[in-house]
């Protein structure tokens, strides 16, 4: 192969998280003369401050309206960890008359594209969204994220969080909860 044949390639590999499974891979596989990594306290832009609002088991619809009443923002996305979660906020907010679009793993990648062009160019202020937005995405001028629920895997919020307060840019970052998955907020 083509790499076979290079004595000593350069090989650099850049993420903005390596979780342990891509670790063992790159340390297994890449000889690697230098690493460098950012601080780990962190995980997001100092330009984010963070939110953890108790919905009190309101019906989440209920809770996005009283949020987005209360919530002036140029541009927000809307996460939610489980994909059939978005269609139904998606609607909900469309029915209302705001300028709302979504990105799931259901659209084609040419929509996604489409999708995200629109909404770099201000043509929707609400983006409702399953993980699959909360990163490699260039999504720019967003100010609030929205997380509608406690995701799954904690690394989720924290790729949430960072759709916002990037470029020097300020954001905020706020998360649902309730009673029972208070333990998940603190963690």
């Known amino acids: 192969s083509f790499m076979q044949k290079l004595e000593k390639p350069q090989i650099l590999v850049f993420s903005a998280t390596i979780n342990q499974s891509l670790q063992y891979i790159l340390e297994k596989y890449i000889e690697s003369d230098f690493v460098i990594t950012s601080d780990s306290e962190n995980m ?8 953890a609002l108790d919905i009190k088991h309101r019906e ?3 809770a996005v309206d009283k ?11 809307i996460f ?3 994909k059939e979660m978005v269609q139904p ?10 300028s709302v679009t979504y990105i799931t793993g259901d659209l084609s990648k040419q929509e996604r594209k489409n999708v995200i062009k629109a909404v770099n160019l201000m043509k929707y202020q609400y983006v409702v969204c399953s993980d699959l937005a909360s ?4 999504i720019q001028n967003i100010d609030v994220v929205l997380s509608i629920d406690v995701p799954n895997n904690i690394e989720y919020y ?3 969080a960072g759709r916002t307060g990037r470029f020097d840019k300020i954001g905020e970052s706020f998360i649902f909860y309730n009673a029972d998955t208070q333990g998940n907020i603190k963690k």
């Open 158 to 160: 924290f790729h949430r």
């Open 89 to 98: 906020i998606y609607s909900h907010l469309k029915e209302n008359g705001l």
């Open 44 to 51: 997001t832009s100092k330009n984010v401050t963070h939110y």
């Open 67 to 77: 949020f987005i009443a209360s919530k002036p923002c140029f541009c927000m996305m």
């Open 60 to 62: 989440i619809e209920v």
């Open 135 to 138: 990163r490699g995405l260039d």
């Open 80 to 82: 939610c960890s489980k």
